[in-house]
């Protein structure tokens, strides 16, 4: 895939695109390569960093071993962007020879010396030996287990951490060639084996976050994907009803459990995403009610409070999709004078059904109740409603300005 430099501006900030063609320029962008639809290079900067890229048509995949993480593309991927735009067809040439000098040779290669290479190579390159594993486990069986899978992934994890148990900083477990595996799936169009292997690698990414120092969020992101892909999959699939119940119970299972609890937005992403016909809405209703708060505990217990919220509102969703009306209204006039986002939801319920003026008493009645500097929300929400001459349009703009403003000087 040639990109232009406009579409490459639009896959990173403005910063990192100026570096990266400052990076092309002088030079950085060394041993670039395409070898098939991934592309790879060294670029030198404060260390030497590598860059590897998959494109599909439409479709980018990037990574790059630098810390960057603040949005877009990095500089390093920018600059091999760049490098490959301009030098798209002799990049494109040279790996397309690579590929046919291979396929020629293992066309009148012995299958004996085949395996006895591979052998030795899997003897001197462990990586190597699992990636292979992985990717041919399924010949000759046709059953799908997962455990097999995350026995292989947790290898990538004993492989970084050495003879250490922690993943120190930094040290980024490659989860490459299992995500290669699963593309093959879907491309194949076997999308619940796919499910299977995104599965096994979220699972064992939340399984060993107490071993890795993740403040940079990249073990968080690659579980994000894994999940999201895991939905995607699950969605694409085509299952009735039925073959959905045991993926509904194993996400709602994991939303329960919590554990990590910074992971549990991500299954309850996932259920809303899977759970679109009202027949697999109402079963997660089912799974649901026995776990319902009689009430909100105090905001002193904040982590019972949020517990306690979070399964209310995943409560109010489904009501809301199956549109109940009644079991709607009947559970949010139980709680929107205790939480703001409550009392928000409310009011945009009540604009939706076309009922402006109870929307607008709802959203009063928050400001007056709840600290100023949370009612942020309801003041923007009450604005579309106001008139422009109105004191109230006045006061709620100024309100409006001194919470920005609070909120600047806080940031600073």
């Given at each position: 895939m040639k990109l232009t430099l406009d579409e490459i501006r639009e896959l990173c900030t403005e910063s990192s695109y100026e570096r990266g063609l400052e990076y092309f320029h002088q030079g950085r962008v060394i041993d670039l390569e395409q070898f098939g639809k991934k592309i790879r290079a060294t670029v030198a900067g404060t260390s030497d960093y590598k860059v590897a890229i998959r494109?599909?048509?439409?479709?980018?995949?990037?990574?790059?071993?630098?810390?960057?993480?603040?949005?877009?593309?990095?500089?390093h991927i920018v600059a091999t962007l760049i490098a490959l735009s301009t030098n798209y067809h002799k990049v494109k040439r040279d790996g397309e020879k690579k590929e046919q000098k291979i396929e020629a040779i293992l066309n009148n290669l012995p299958l004996y010396e085949l395996k006895g290479f591979l052998m030795a190579e899997f003897g001197a390159n462990l990586s190597l030996r699992d990636h292979f594993t992985i990717f041919f486990s399924d010949r000759g069986s046709k059953r799908r287990n997962i455990h097999n899978y995350k026995k292989e992934i947790n290898l990538l994890y004993r492989e970084a951490a050495g003879r250490h148990v922690f993943i120190e900083y930094g040290v980024e477990v490659d989860f490459s060639y299992i995500c290669d595996l699963a593309y093959r799936y879907i491309k194949g169009g076997n999308f619940l084996e796919a499910a299977s292997i995104y599965q096994a690698l979220s699972e064992v990414i939340a399984e060993n976050m107490g071993n890795v120092d993740d403040s940079d969020g990249y073990y968080g992101g690659e579980f994000e994907q894994a999940i999201e892909n895991f939905t995607n999959c699950i969605n694409e699939a085509g299952l009735d009803h039925k073959g959905k119940k045991g993926y509904i119970d194993y996400l709602f299972g994991k939303y329960m459990k919590n554990d990590p609890d910074y992971f549990q937005e991500h299954y309850d992403y996932a259920l809303r995403e899977?759970?679109?016909?009202?027949?697999?809405?109402?079963?997660?209703?089912?799974?649901?009610?026995?776990?319902?708060?009689?009430?909100?505990p105090h905001h002193s217990q904040w982590s019972k409070y949020y517990q306690a919220k979070e399964l209310l509102a995943m409560q109010l969703h489904i009501l809301d999709r199956l549109d109940d009306v009644e079991g709607f209204y009947g559970l949010i006039q139980r709680y929107y004078l205790k939480d703001r986002e409550f009392c928000l939801l409310y009011a945009n319920r009540l604009k939706k059904d076309g009922k402006a003026k109870e929307a607008v008493k709802i959203a009063e009645e928050g400001i007056n109740i709840f600290p100023d500097h949370l009612t942020k929300g309801l003041r923007r929400f009450l604005s579309k409603f106001y008139k422009r001459r109105s004191p109230k349009y006045k006061e709620n703009l100024v309100a409006l300005f001194l919470q920005d403003r609070n909120g600047m000087t806080m940031r600073i």
């Amino acid at each position: 895939m040639k990109l232009t430099l406009d579409e490459i501006r639009e896959l990173c900030t403005e910063s990192s695109y100026e570096r990266g063609l400052e990076y092309f320029h002088q030079g950085r962008v060394i041993d670039l390569e395409q070898f098939g639809k991934k592309i790879r290079a060294t670029v030198a900067g404060t260390s030497d960093y590598k860059v590897a890229i998959r494109a599909d048509k439409e479709d980018i995949e990037a990574s790059c071993t630098c810390p960057y993480n603040w949005g877009g593309y990095c500089k390093h991927i920018v600059a091999t962007l760049i490098a490959l735009s301009t030098n798209y067809h002799k990049v494109k040439r040279d790996g397309e020879k690579k590929e046919q000098k291979i396929e020629a040779i293992l066309n009148n290669l012995p299958l004996y010396e085949l395996k006895g290479f591979l052998m030795a190579e899997f003897g001197a390159n462990l990586s190597l030996r699992d990636h292979f594993t992985i990717f041919f486990s399924d010949r000759g069986s046709k059953r799908r287990n997962i455990h097999n899978y995350k026995k292989e992934i947790n290898l990538l994890y004993r492989e970084a951490a050495g003879r250490h148990v922690f993943i120190e900083y930094g040290v980024e477990v490659d989860f490459s060639y299992i995500c290669d595996l699963a593309y093959r799936y879907i491309k194949g169009g076997n999308f619940l084996e796919a499910a299977s292997i995104y599965q096994a690698l979220s699972e064992v990414i939340a399984e060993n976050m107490g071993n890795v120092d993740d403040s940079d969020g990249y073990y968080g992101g690659e579980f994000e994907q894994a999940i999201e892909n895991f939905t995607n999959c699950i969605n694409e699939a085509g299952l009735d009803h039925k073959g959905k119940k045991g993926y509904i119970d194993y996400l709602f299972g994991k939303y329960m459990k919590n554990d990590p609890d910074y992971f549990q937005e991500h299954y309850d992403y996932a259920l809303r995403e899977i759970c679109q016909p009202s027949q697999d809405l109402e079963y997660w209703k089912g799974l649901l009610e026995p776990h319902l708060p009689r009430n909100l505990p105090h905001h002193s217990q904040w982590s019972k409070y949020y517990q306690a919220k979070e399964l209310l509102a995943m409560q109010l969703h489904i009501l809301d999709r199956l549109d109940d009306v009644e079991g709607f209204y009947g559970l949010i006039q139980r709680y929107y004078l205790k939480d703001r986002e409550f009392c928000l939801l409310y009011a945009n319920r009540l604009k939706k059904d076309g009922k402006a003026k109870e929307a607008v008493k709802i959203a009063e009645e928050g400001i007056n109740i709840f600290p100023d500097h949370l009612t942020k929300g309801l003041r923007r929400f009450l604005s579309k409603f106001y008139k422009r001459r109105s004191p109230k349009y006045k006061e709620n703009l100024v309100a409006l300005f001194l919470q920005d403003r609070n909120g600047m000087t806080m940031r600073i």
